[in-house]
């Protein structure tokens, strides 16, 4: 494989791998939200309601990109043109 690494190095800002718990413990609360709604014959929640998305494991996401060293000579022939 010539061209293995990342095309884009966008990850997790944590080095949890993977959303899966926080989504499930939303959606648990939610669900349960919901059904107490619909006992005592109120609107439905909404997700944000019921949960924040800086809970999660993974806090979003960053780019990881590497600068580039400029060196003396390069900047000289990009001024000179």
Same mark, same amino acid.
């Given at each position: 494989m010539?061209?293995?690494?990342?095309?884009?190095?966008?990850?997790?800002?944590?080095?949890?791998?993977?959303?899966?718990?926080?989504?499930?413990?939303?959606h648990?609360? !939610?669900?349960?939200?919901?059904?107490?709604?619909?006992?005592?014959? !109120?609107p439905?929640?909404?997700?944000?309601?019921?949960?924040?998305?800086?809970?999660?494991?993974?806090?979003?996401?960053?780019a990881?990109?590497? !600068?580039?060293?400029?060196?003396?000579?390069?900047?000289?022939r990009? !001024?000179?043109?």
């Open positions: 010539s061209h293995s690494r990342r095309r884009t190095p966008i990850t997790g800002a944590t080095w949890a791998s993977s959303d899966r718990v926080g989504k499930r413990n939303a648990k609360a !939610l669900r349960q939200a919901e059904r107490r709604a619909i006992v005592r014959d !109120l439905g929640p909404r997700m944000i309601d019921v949960s924040d998305d800086w809970d999660f494991p993974k806090d979003g996401k960053v990881w990109f590497r !600068l580039r060293p400029v060196d003396a000579d390069a900047r000289r990009a !001024l000179a043109r």
